[in-house]
Nanobody, 127 residues
């Protein structure tokens, strides 16, 4: 059974850092592109970042470019989102998602293209 489990969220002050983790089980992670998305209360889901199945291609939403870094370790079946210089507007539930990207050299930030989703982890940026 394919499963994605996020962790690493919490409360952090503005300007601080967090590293989110996405643990994959029940499938061969190296075939899948992974995306990170977030949703704040009362707002629509927002794209954050994605990484291709090989890790050779990444993409970021403009709102996080230069502050967030996505990476993956296929051997450990893990994907990470390093978040630096956090702002209050980064407060949201963060989700990782997977889509079969074995034939892609890139990844997609379109949430509707992802087939599998984790349960989310809360990130709160506040003083």
């Amino acid at each position: 059974q394919l499963q994605l489990v996020e962790s690493g969220g919490g409360l952090v002050q503005p300007g601080g850092s967090l590293r989110l983790s996405c643990a994959a089980s029940g499938f061969a992670l190296h075939y899948y592109a992974i995306g990170w998305f977030r949703q704040a209360p009362g707002k629509e889901r927002e794209r954050v970042s994605c990484i291709s199945s090989s890790g050779g291609s990444t993409d970021y939403a403009d709102s996080v470019k230069g502050r967030f870094t996505i990476s993956r370790d296929n051997a450990k079946k893990m994907v990470y989102l390093q978040m630096n210089s956090l702002k209050p507007e980064d407060t949201a539930v963060y989700y990782c998602a997977a889509v079969d990207g074995s034939s892609w050299s890139t990844c997609t930030l379109n949430g509707y293209e992802y087939d599998y989703w984790g349960q989310g982890t809360q990130v709160t940026v506040s003083s």
